[in-house]
């Protein structure tokens, strides 16, 4: 699987993980899971009180890469969201009965 580097240090590409999207380095958190957290209000310490395994290098260069992709990201996110709430609505595995 290809992992492609970015400019940001923390900050790459995994073509196996998130479905290639940006990702922190080492980690299966996307660049668009801080970006909400972000957009929701939480500071840097709360979402490194979420993700205390992430360091504030790595937080900070995954809101530098949403800043610099912001227009990308944000669709991500609000597919993502479209998604959740489809899941949310129809969840996997359950059946609907239909009245004939």
């Known amino acids: 699987m290809a992992v492609t580097d970015t400019p940001y240090a923390h900050i790459v590409h995994h073509s196996g993980?998130?479905?290639?999207r940006a990702t922190i380095r080492g980690t299966r958190i996307?660049?668009?899971?801080?970006?909400f957290r972000h957009r929701c209000g939480e500071s840097v310490d709360e979402i490194l009180e979420a993700w205390p395994h992430l360091t504030p290098g790595q937080v900070y260069d995954a809101l530098a890469y949403y800043y610099?992709?912001?227009?990308?990201?944000?669709?991500?996110v609000e597919r993502?969201?479209?998604?959740?709430?489809?899941?949310?609505?129809?969840?996997?595995?359950?059946a609907t009965s239909l009245q004939v």
């Open 80 to 94: 993502s969201l479209d998604e959740e709430r489809s899941k949310a609505l129809y969840p996997a595995g359950k």
């Open 30 to 35: 996307a660049v668009q899971n801080v970006a």
């Open 68 to 76: 610099d992709h912001k227009a990308e990201i944000d669709k991500e």
């Open 17 to 20: 993980i998130c479905g290639g």
